[in-house]
Protein backbone atom coordinates (compact mmCIF):
# COMPACT_ATOMS: atom_id res chain seq x y z
CA UNK A 1 0.00 0.00 0.00
CA UNK A 2 1.37 2.91 -1.09
CA UNK A 3 1.55 5.76 1.77
CA UNK A 4 -0.61 8.36 0.35
CA UNK A 5 -3.27 5.43 1.05
CA UNK A 6 -2.16 5.38 4.13
CA UNK A 7 -2.57 8.66 4.65
CA UNK A 8 -6.42 8.31 3.84
CA UNK A 9 -6.51 4.99 5.89
CA UNK A 10 -5.57 6.92 9.25
CA UNK A 11 -8.08 9.55 8.74
CA UNK A 12 -10.73 6.86 7.96
CA UNK A 13 -9.73 5.24 11.02
CA UNK A 14 -9.63 7.99 13.18
CA UNK A 15 -13.36 8.95 11.63
CA UNK A 16 -14.55 5.67 12.43
CA UNK A 17 -13.26 5.87 16.41
CA UNK A 18 -15.03 9.32 16.27
CA UNK A 19 -18.26 7.23 15.15
CA UNK A 20 -18.16 4.55 17.71
CA UNK A 21 -17.23 7.26 20.39
CA UNK A 22 -20.47 9.03 19.72
CA UNK A 23 -22.50 5.94 19.10
CA UNK A 24 -22.09 5.89 23.11
CA UNK A 25 -24.20 9.59 23.23
CA UNK A 26 -26.83 8.32 20.93
CA UNK A 27 -30.06 5.77 21.00
CA UNK A 28 -29.46 2.02 21.13
CA UNK A 29 -30.77 1.91 17.47
CA UNK A 30 -28.56 3.95 15.55
CA UNK A 31 -25.82 1.46 15.74
CA UNK A 32 -28.56 -0.49 13.67
CA UNK A 33 -28.55 2.22 11.10
CA UNK A 34 -24.97 3.11 10.95
CA UNK A 35 -24.40 -0.69 10.27
CA UNK A 36 -27.16 -0.95 7.29
CA UNK A 37 -25.47 2.73 5.54
CA UNK A 38 -22.35 1.72 6.12
CA UNK A 39 -21.67 -0.46 2.55
CA UNK A 40 -22.88 2.84 0.68
CA UNK A 41 -21.48 5.77 2.50
CA UNK A 42 -17.89 6.78 3.97
CA UNK A 43 -16.90 7.09 7.23
CA UNK A 44 -16.74 10.91 7.09
CA UNK A 45 -20.26 11.14 5.83
CA UNK A 46 -21.21 8.69 8.84
CA UNK A 47 -19.13 10.98 11.06
CA UNK A 48 -21.43 13.89 9.76
CA UNK A 49 -24.62 11.73 10.11
CA UNK A 50 -23.64 11.40 13.56
CA UNK A 51 -23.53 14.75 14.56
CA UNK A 52 -26.62 15.95 12.91
CA UNK A 53 -28.77 13.03 14.51
CA UNK A 54 -26.44 14.16 17.71
CA UNK A 55 -28.44 17.65 17.08
CA UNK A 56 -31.96 16.04 16.60
CA UNK A 57 -32.03 14.05 19.36
CA UNK A 58 -31.05 16.64 21.73
CA UNK A 59 -33.74 18.82 20.44
CA UNK A 60 -36.55 15.87 20.76
CA UNK A 61 -35.49 15.60 24.23
CA UNK A 62 -36.15 19.10 24.70
CA UNK A 63 -38.82 20.26 23.21
CA UNK A 64 -41.03 16.84 22.73
CA UNK A 65 -39.94 13.56 25.11
CA UNK A 66 -39.09 16.16 27.72
CA UNK A 67 -37.76 14.00 30.74
CA UNK A 68 -36.18 11.63 28.78
CA UNK A 69 -32.01 11.26 27.58
CA UNK A 70 -30.90 10.99 24.75
CA UNK A 71 -29.76 7.54 25.57
CA UNK A 72 -33.34 6.20 26.42
CA UNK A 73 -34.83 7.13 23.23
CA UNK A 74 -37.09 4.00 21.66
CA UNK A 75 -38.15 3.23 17.88
CA UNK A 76 -41.33 3.68 19.26
CA UNK A 77 -40.70 7.76 20.47
CA UNK A 78 -39.45 7.94 16.50
CA UNK A 79 -42.84 6.65 15.49
CA UNK A 80 -44.68 9.57 17.28
CA UNK A 81 -42.39 12.42 15.68
CA UNK A 82 -44.80 14.43 13.33
CA UNK A 83 -43.74 16.35 10.08
CA UNK A 84 -45.08 19.55 12.16
CA UNK A 85 -42.04 18.56 14.76
CA UNK A 86 -39.67 18.42 12.15
CA UNK A 87 -40.90 21.69 10.61
CA UNK A 88 -39.97 22.69 14.35
CA UNK A 89 -36.70 20.89 14.34
CA UNK A 90 -35.89 23.53 11.29
CA UNK A 91 -36.87 26.70 13.03
CA UNK A 92 -34.77 25.49 16.08
CA UNK A 93 -31.28 25.31 14.24
CA UNK A 94 -31.97 28.82 13.10
CA UNK A 95 -30.94 29.87 16.66
CA UNK A 96 -30.12 27.04 19.26
CA UNK A 97 -28.19 26.19 22.08
CA UNK A 98 -27.30 22.24 22.30
CA UNK A 99 -26.56 20.68 26.15
CA UNK A 100 -23.22 19.75 25.57
CA UNK A 101 -22.01 23.55 24.35
CA UNK A 102 -22.80 26.33 26.44
CA UNK A 103 -22.85 29.36 23.10
CA UNK A 104 -25.35 29.98 20.90
CA UNK A 105 -25.02 28.09 17.45
CA UNK A 106 -27.15 28.72 14.41
CA UNK A 107 -27.30 26.98 10.84
CA UNK A 108 -28.15 28.28 7.23
CA UNK A 109 -30.43 27.37 4.49
CA UNK A 110 -27.45 24.74 3.71
CA UNK A 111 -26.62 23.43 6.74
CA UNK A 112 -30.56 22.68 7.98
CA UNK A 113 -31.42 20.84 4.48
CA UNK A 114 -27.83 18.43 5.04
CA UNK A 115 -29.57 17.80 8.83
CA UNK A 116 -33.41 17.04 7.63
CA UNK A 117 -31.28 15.28 4.99
CA UNK A 118 -29.61 12.67 7.59
CA UNK A 119 -33.47 12.32 9.61
CA UNK A 120 -34.65 11.43 6.73
CA UNK A 121 -32.00 9.01 5.61
CA UNK A 122 -32.46 6.99 9.53
CA UNK A 123 -36.65 7.29 9.54
CA UNK A 124 -36.19 6.20 5.76
CA UNK A 125 -34.58 3.21 6.82
CA UNK A 126 -35.88 1.95 9.64
CA UNK A 127 -39.83 2.20 7.90
CA UNK A 128 -38.16 0.09 4.95
CA UNK A 129 -37.21 -2.49 7.20
CA UNK A 130 -40.58 -2.14 8.54
CA UNK A 131 -39.37 -1.43 12.44
CA UNK A 132 -41.29 1.75 12.29
CA UNK A 133 -44.99 1.67 10.88
CA UNK A 134 -44.74 5.78 10.19
CA UNK A 135 -42.67 8.34 8.15
CA UNK A 136 -43.79 11.52 9.14
CA UNK A 137 -40.78 12.98 7.65
CA UNK A 138 -41.11 12.40 4.15
CA UNK A 139 -44.03 15.23 4.21
CA UNK A 140 -41.59 18.00 5.05
CA UNK A 141 -40.01 19.74 1.92
CA UNK A 142 -36.31 20.32 2.00
CA UNK A 143 -36.10 24.21 2.89
CA UNK A 144 -35.53 26.67 0.28
CA UNK A 145 -31.83 27.08 -1.12
CA UNK A 146 -31.19 30.71 -2.22
CA UNK A 147 -28.01 30.89 -4.38
CA UNK A 148 -25.20 32.25 -2.63
CA UNK A 149 -23.10 35.02 -4.26
CA UNK A 150 -20.29 33.44 -6.02
CA UNK A 151 -17.12 34.68 -4.10
CA UNK A 152 -13.63 34.52 -6.33
CA UNK A 153 -10.39 36.46 -7.05
CA UNK A 154 -10.32 38.60 -9.99
CA UNK A 155 -6.78 38.12 -12.39
CA UNK A 156 -5.29 41.08 -10.78
CA UNK A 157 -6.02 39.72 -7.36
CA UNK A 158 -4.54 36.19 -8.12
CA UNK A 159 -1.34 37.55 -9.19
CA UNK A 160 -0.93 40.26 -6.16
CA UNK A 161 -1.84 37.05 -3.87
CA UNK A 162 1.00 34.89 -5.06
CA UNK A 163 3.83 38.18 -5.41
CA UNK A 164 2.25 38.96 -1.73
CA UNK A 165 3.21 35.29 -0.76
CA UNK A 166 6.25 35.86 -2.42
CA UNK A 167 8.02 39.14 -1.20
CA UNK A 168 5.83 39.07 2.03
CA UNK A 169 4.66 42.42 1.18
CA UNK A 170 1.72 43.48 4.04
CA UNK A 171 3.12 41.20 6.22
CA UNK A 172 3.00 42.40 10.03
CA UNK A 173 6.87 42.21 11.33
CA UNK A 174 5.97 38.75 13.57
CA UNK A 175 4.83 37.13 10.61
CA UNK A 176 8.05 38.47 8.03
CA UNK A 177 10.22 36.50 10.69
CA UNK A 178 8.40 33.14 9.65
CA UNK A 179 7.95 34.36 6.08
CA UNK A 180 11.47 33.92 4.97
CA UNK A 181 11.17 30.25 6.18
CA UNK A 182 7.92 29.23 4.73
CA UNK A 183 6.84 31.58 1.47
CA UNK A 184 8.93 29.15 -1.12
CA UNK A 185 6.34 26.86 0.37
CA UNK A 186 3.33 28.75 0.37
CA UNK A 187 3.81 29.91 -2.94
CA UNK A 188 3.70 26.18 -3.71
CA UNK A 189 0.31 25.94 -2.08
CA UNK A 190 -1.09 28.67 -3.63
CA UNK A 191 0.21 28.25 -7.28
CA UNK A 192 -1.65 24.87 -7.16
CA UNK A 193 -4.71 25.79 -5.47
CA UNK A 194 -5.23 28.57 -8.23
CA UNK A 195 -3.35 26.29 -11.11
CA UNK A 196 -5.56 23.00 -10.69
CA UNK A 197 -8.47 23.71 -8.24
CA UNK A 198 -7.40 20.75 -6.11
CA UNK A 199 -9.83 20.41 -2.87
CA UNK A 200 -8.08 20.85 0.63
CA UNK A 201 -8.30 17.82 1.57
CA UNK A 202 -6.53 16.46 -1.59
CA UNK A 203 -3.98 19.14 -0.89
CA UNK A 204 -2.85 17.79 2.26
CA UNK A 205 -3.12 14.43 1.62
CA UNK A 206 -0.09 14.67 -1.15
CA UNK A 207 3.18 13.08 -1.02
CA UNK A 208 6.50 13.43 -2.24
CA UNK A 209 5.54 10.26 -4.82
CA UNK A 210 2.61 11.61 -6.08
CA UNK A 211 4.01 14.02 -8.42
CA UNK A 212 5.15 13.05 -11.93
CA UNK A 213 7.29 16.20 -13.05
CA UNK A 214 7.43 13.84 -16.71
CA UNK A 215 3.94 13.93 -17.23
CA UNK A 216 2.95 17.15 -15.08
CA UNK A 217 0.83 14.85 -13.38
CA UNK A 218 -0.41 13.91 -9.47
CA UNK A 219 -2.73 11.68 -8.14
CA UNK A 220 -5.31 12.63 -6.06
CA UNK A 221 -7.93 11.23 -4.18
CA UNK A 222 -10.63 12.31 -4.89
CA UNK A 223 -14.15 12.05 -2.85
CA UNK A 224 -15.69 8.40 -2.04
CA UNK A 225 -12.01 7.32 -2.42
CA UNK A 226 -11.76 7.50 -6.19
CA UNK A 227 -8.09 8.36 -7.60
CA UNK A 228 -7.64 10.39 -10.35
CA UNK A 229 -4.42 11.94 -12.44
CA UNK A 230 -4.74 15.70 -12.71
CA UNK A 231 -2.61 17.64 -14.53
CA UNK A 232 -0.78 20.85 -14.04
CA UNK A 233 0.78 23.86 -15.81
CA UNK A 234 4.45 24.58 -16.76
CA UNK A 235 3.77 27.54 -13.68
CA UNK A 236 2.51 25.13 -11.53
CA UNK A 237 5.48 22.41 -12.27
CA UNK A 238 8.21 25.41 -11.47
CA UNK A 239 6.49 26.50 -7.95
CA UNK A 240 6.10 22.71 -6.92
CA UNK A 241 10.03 21.58 -8.10
CA UNK A 242 11.24 24.82 -6.08
CA UNK A 243 9.79 23.68 -2.98
CA UNK A 244 10.82 20.03 -3.43
CA UNK A 245 14.30 21.46 -3.93
CA UNK A 246 14.21 23.29 -1.00
CA UNK A 247 13.06 19.96 0.99
CA UNK A 248 15.43 17.87 -0.24
CA UNK A 249 18.32 20.31 0.89
CA UNK A 250 16.73 20.16 4.66
CA UNK A 251 18.28 17.66 6.43
CA UNK A 252 16.06 18.04 9.28
CA UNK A 253 13.37 16.42 7.76
CA UNK A 254 12.50 13.19 9.61
CA UNK A 255 13.69 10.31 7.51
CA UNK A 256 10.44 8.29 6.14
CA UNK A 257 8.11 11.72 6.34
CA UNK A 258 6.82 11.50 2.52
CA UNK A 259 3.76 14.13 3.08
CA UNK A 260 4.29 16.79 0.13
CA UNK A 261 3.51 19.77 2.52
CA UNK A 262 5.20 19.62 5.89
CA UNK A 263 4.51 22.18 8.73
CA UNK A 264 7.70 24.43 10.34
CA UNK A 265 7.94 20.64 13.07
CA UNK A 266 8.14 18.65 9.88
CA UNK A 267 5.32 17.31 10.32
CA UNK A 268 2.40 16.82 7.38
CA UNK A 269 0.27 20.32 7.25
CA UNK A 270 -3.16 20.21 8.21
CA UNK A 271 -6.64 21.34 7.02
CA UNK A 272 -6.07 24.13 9.43
CA UNK A 273 -3.14 24.98 9.32
CA UNK A 274 -3.59 25.34 5.38
CA UNK A 275 -6.70 27.60 5.72
CA UNK A 276 -4.76 30.10 7.89
CA UNK A 277 -2.16 30.23 5.31
CA UNK A 278 -4.44 30.92 2.79
CA UNK A 279 -6.30 33.61 4.51
CA UNK A 280 -2.79 35.33 6.35
CA UNK A 281 -2.11 36.06 2.09
CA UNK A 282 -5.85 36.57 1.32
CA UNK A 283 -6.77 39.19 3.54
CA UNK A 284 -3.58 41.44 2.18
CA UNK A 285 -5.08 41.42 -1.26
CA UNK A 286 -8.55 41.76 -0.87
CA UNK A 287 -9.66 42.53 2.86
CA UNK A 288 -13.39 42.73 1.67
CA UNK A 289 -13.81 39.54 0.14
CA UNK A 290 -13.21 35.69 2.83
CA UNK A 291 -11.38 33.82 0.92
CA UNK A 292 -10.66 30.47 1.88
CA UNK A 293 -9.23 27.43 0.01
CA UNK A 294 -12.08 26.53 -1.58
CA UNK A 295 -12.85 30.32 -3.00
CA UNK A 296 -9.56 29.80 -4.75
CA UNK A 297 -10.59 26.52 -6.31
CA UNK A 298 -13.88 28.42 -7.24
CA UNK A 299 -11.25 30.68 -9.01
CA UNK A 300 -9.83 28.19 -11.08
CA UNK A 301 -13.07 26.83 -12.06
CA UNK A 302 -14.40 30.30 -13.14
CA UNK A 303 -10.96 30.77 -14.94
CA UNK A 304 -10.86 27.25 -16.66
CA UNK A 305 -14.31 27.62 -17.20
CA UNK A 306 -13.95 31.27 -19.43
CA UNK A 307 -11.14 29.71 -21.09
CA UNK A 308 -13.36 26.63 -22.46
CA UNK A 309 -16.62 27.46 -22.22
CA UNK A 310 -17.12 23.73 -21.79
CA UNK A 311 -18.55 22.80 -18.49
CA UNK A 312 -18.06 19.60 -18.72
CA UNK A 313 -14.54 19.70 -18.45
CA UNK A 314 -14.29 21.56 -15.62
CA UNK A 315 -17.14 19.44 -13.73
CA UNK A 316 -14.29 16.43 -14.63
CA UNK A 317 -11.51 18.50 -13.63
CA UNK A 318 -12.93 19.57 -10.40
CA UNK A 319 -14.44 16.13 -9.89
CA UNK A 320 -17.67 16.91 -9.26
CA UNK A 321 -19.96 13.66 -9.74
CA UNK A 322 -23.23 15.75 -10.71
CA UNK A 323 -22.44 18.55 -14.02
CA UNK A 324 -25.39 20.95 -12.53
CA UNK A 325 -23.23 21.17 -9.48
CA UNK A 326 -20.88 23.10 -11.70
CA UNK A 327 -23.65 25.37 -13.66
CA UNK A 328 -24.79 26.29 -10.07
CA UNK A 329 -21.15 27.14 -9.50
CA UNK A 330 -19.61 28.52 -12.89
CA UNK A 331 -22.43 29.03 -14.76
CA UNK A 332 -22.72 32.44 -13.85
CA UNK A 333 -20.28 33.36 -15.98
CA UNK A 334 -23.10 33.72 -18.65
CA UNK A 335 -23.38 37.40 -17.23
CA UNK A 336 -19.86 37.94 -19.55
CA UNK A 337 -21.24 36.31 -22.61
CA UNK A 338 -24.68 38.61 -21.99
CA UNK A 339 -22.98 41.47 -21.75
CA UNK A 340 -20.90 40.63 -24.98
CA UNK A 341 -24.58 40.42 -27.10
CA UNK A 342 -26.15 43.26 -25.52
CA UNK A 343 -25.53 45.20 -28.91
CA UNK A 344 -26.15 42.27 -31.34
CA UNK A 345 -29.67 42.95 -31.99
CA UNK A 346 -30.15 46.56 -33.39
CA UNK A 347 -33.90 48.17 -33.61
CA UNK A 348 -33.08 51.16 -35.74
CA UNK A 349 -31.94 50.32 -39.34
CA UNK A 350 -29.60 52.45 -41.31
CA UNK A 351 -30.29 53.76 -44.40
CA UNK A 352 -27.39 51.81 -45.96
CA UNK A 353 -28.86 48.79 -44.51
CA UNK A 354 -31.95 49.06 -46.43
CA UNK A 355 -30.36 49.48 -49.58
Known sequence: MKRNDN??????????????????????????FFRGVQTRTSPLTRLNYAYDLRIFFDFLTKKKFRGK?????????????????????????????????????????????????????????FFNK?????????????????????????????????????????????????????????CAILTLFLGTGIRISELVGLNNDSI???NNSFVVTRKGG??????????????????????????????GENALFLSMQYRRLTVRAVENLVKKYARIVSPLKKITPHKLRSTYGTALYRET????????????KDVNTTRRHYAAITEDKRRAVAGKVRLHRDEDDEE
Open 7 to 32: YYQERNLKNLDKIDEMLGELPYFCED
Open 69 to 125: EVRDLTLEDLEQVTDTDIEIFLSYLSNYRVSWRSDVLSCDERAKARKLSTVRALFRY
Open 130 to 186: GLIEVNQVAKVSTPKLHEKEIIRLESDEVSSLLDTAELGRGLSPHMEGYHEKTKIRD
Open 212 to 214: DFT
Open 226 to 255: NKQILYFSEEVGDALAAYLAQKEEDGRIPQ
Open 309 to 320: GDIYIVADVLGH
